[in-house]
């Protein structure tokens, strides 16, 4: 049974810290894509990647945020200096092919104090 | 900017009841349409993914209808279940997207099926 996966799973951290994000996607797919779910904002995304080229980032703080996949088995999400306002749920998603569904990892809990 | 609303935002029903979740949609330039479930402290499953030249997708006990010149589409859910508790998303791809091919996400409906 083919699924996305996300390390870790919860992270508590102090402001001013760096947060790694880890993902593998489903193997075979080649678009990746990292959202964020606040209760204030709902899920926004955050990163999109296709064949891990990065098409748009344009949903992330550029100055604090960075995306890369350093091959097609792995996606990060780095966060430094985290922030307190960083604290929400990152989802990282996959999907064969663009606009068609999209899978989701279980996320990664963060909170930043 | 194409926004996605959802409405209720909280739905109550007894067990055995049919019901409707709603979702609309400001801009009607969308390739598809995905309706989403989310179990608490989980991530989200994929329902029913409906393309913009389709009317509906069924799956089981759930079809989803999509009316693209109108800006909505409807959750149909039959004969709920207890098993039903869950918050639904829906969530559009909309042409000229930044990404384009993001999902743009509404707030979700929370259903609470009673038994």
């Known amino acids: 049974d083919a699924r996305v996966t996300q390390t870790p799973r919860h992270k508590v951290t102090e402001m001013g810290q760096e947060v790694t994000m880890r993902c593998q996607p489903i193997?075979?797919?080649?678009?990746v894509f990292w959202y964020r779910q606040t209760m204030m904002q709902g899920l926004e995304l955050l990163a999109y990647?296709?064949?891990?080229?990065?098409?748009?980032d344009s949903g992330m703080p550029k100055d604090r945020f960075s995306a890369e996949m350093p091959d097609a088995t792995l996606a990060t999400l780095k966060i430094q200096p985290s922030e307190p306002r960083d604290s929400a749920v990152y989802f990282c998603?996959?999907?064969?092919?663009?606009?068609?569904?999209?899978?989701f990892g279980p996320g990664t809990r963060l909170l930043v104090l | 900017k194409q926004e996605v609303t959802q409405i209720p935002a909280a739905l109550s029903v007894p067990e055995g009841e049919n019901l409707v979740l709603n979702c609309s949609f400001t801009?009607?330039?969308?390739?598809?349409l995905q309706w989403f479930r989310q179990d608490p402290g989980k991530g989200l499953t994929s329902l029913l993914l409906?393309?913009?030249?389709?009317r509906e997708q069924t799956s089981g006990r759930l079809n989803a209808s999509l009316d693209k010149s109108s800006g909505r589409s409807t959750l149909y859910i039959a004969a709920s279940q207890p098993g039903d508790s869950a918050t639904y998303l829906c969530?559009?791809?909309?042409?000229?997207?930044?990404?384009?091919?993001?999902?743009?996400f509404g707030k979700g409906t929370t259903l609470s099926v009673s038994s």
């Open positions: 193997l075979g797919h080649n678009t």
């Open positions: 409906i393309q913009s030249s389709q």
């Open positions: 990647f296709r064949n891990r080229a990065p098409l748009d």
């Open positions: 969530a559009v791809t909309a042409v000229g997207n930044q990404a384009g091919t993001a999902l743009i």
């Open positions: 801009d009607s330039a969308i390739y598809n």
């Open positions: 998603a996959s999907g064969l092919r663009d606009r068609e569904t999209q899978y």
